[in-house]
């Protein structure tokens, strides 16, 4: 009897140690667990404490939507930092196909700036560092924005809303180095903006006319472009009227331009440039420029990523409509077969003169 009731109190004791070990063991899990979770939001590193000037703009993503001021923010689809093991960059992701923002064709993920200037009293600069990681895989190759990214710009907030400047990379499939150039695009005299065209400067590689022959045969590849991943840097001065572009990258050549956002030099069909009337005239966009070009317009700077190949048929406009897989606009598909435009950002500066004003009218009409 004695020897039952110690068995049982044993035994008692025996269960009442597991259970405390497990509880005991529990808590210690669920406190890991409570740190890891805590370690892994205090080592979130957002885009704003690696390029702190996010104050000074609002972010379009990829899905159409205004996110607005993007301090402490990201979204693992579009807007994200990434380390390369040196460094930590800005993500700006966009896919061919999707929801898009205002009246573009194109995706973007893109930086615009809350305020706008007059280029003729204009101070304004806008300098960045970045690495273009991936282009379209898909697209017709006759047509000339197909594979191609925009990773800065000056936009018009009034009128015709024209961009006096967009700095393009484009590499073709199969080719290990792409290229550099920059557009201007008129800003159409009269009341008609259909008949808008850009011109287009190399500044590595090729400009935007150099396309392939058919379909699917590519131009020779720039023998001095730039590859994916290649860093690449860009300073925009617009100072009294006068645009001046600088590119820098190391292991090439730097180059400069000079642009005066003032005074047009197309002012008659006779000033139109060849390049322009090989591109853009069969589609009829040949159009003149007024005579004071930007002048009286309230601009403002944009950077990031804005896809220029699309799903659109190239018989809707052989320049901009790509033709190029979307997948129904299913973003994940694109992102995993490479039909998407992915650009990353190390560093990012910003001057705003003193004459600029609020830019929400831009914003207004295009939320």
């Known amino acids: ?39 892994e939001v205090s080592k979130t590193v957002y885009a704003s404490s ?8 609002k972010l379009i993503l990829g899905d159409g939507s205004n996110a607005g001021i993007a301090t402490e923010f990201e979204n693992k689809d579009f807007f994200y930092t990434q380390n390369d093991g040196k460094d930590n960059w800005v993500v700006f992701k966009s896919p061919n196909g999707g929801d898009t923002h205002g009246t573009s064709n194109n995706t973007r993920t893109e930086l615009a700036q809350t305020k706008k200037w007059y280029p003729k009293t ?9 690495k273009v990681m991936n282009v379209s895989a898909t697209g017709d190759a ?22 006096p400047l967009k700095i393009f990379y484009k590499k073709y499939p199969g080719h290990t180095k792409g290229s550099v150039f920059w557009h201007y695009e008129i800003n159409t005299a009269g009341d008609d903006n259909a008949k808008r065209w850009d011109y287009s400067s190399a500044v590595w590689g090729n400009d935007f006319s150099v396309v392939g022959s058919d379909v699917s045969t590519f131009p020779e590849e720039p023998k001095e472009g730039i590859e994916l991943g290649e860093e690449f840097s860009y300073q925009v001065v617009v100072k009294d009227g006068i645009m001046n572009l600088t590119f820098t990258s190391p292991n090439h050549e730097t180059k400069t331009f000079t642009k005066n956002l003032l005074l047009s030099e197309y ?14 005239f069969p589609i009829g966009q040949d159009g003149v420029e007024r005579s004071e070009a930007y002048a009286g317009e309230g601009c403002f700077f944009k950077l990031g990523c804005y896809n220029q190949t699309n799903g659109k048929s190239p018989e809707v406009n052989k320049n901009w409509c790509s033709g190029a897989e979307t997948h129904g606009g299913d973003i994940q598909k694109q992102y995993a077969d490479g039909n998407y435009a992915e650009v990353w950002f190390k560093t990012g500066s910003i001057s705003v003169s003193d004459t600029a004003v609020s830019n929400d009218g831009y914003f207004a009409k295009n939320d």
């Open 1 to 39: 009897m004695i020897k039952n009731h110690l068995s049982q109190v044993f035994y008692c004791f025996i269960i009442t140690i597991i259970l405390v070990f497990n509880s005991c063991k529990d808590k210690i899990n669920s406190e890991n667990q409570t740190k890891t979770e805590q370690t």
């Open 50 to 57: 690696v390029i702190p000037f996010f104050d000074q703009w």
């Open 122 to 130: 204009a101070n304004d600069k806008l300098s960045a560092t970045l």
């Open 142 to 163: 006759t047509v000339a924005a197909s594979h191609s990214v925009v990773v800065g710009q000056i936009h018009s907030a009034d009128a015709f809303e024209n961009e």
């Open 267 to 280: 002012t008659t069909k006779s000033d139109i440039p060849e390049q322009t009337k090989k591109l853009f």
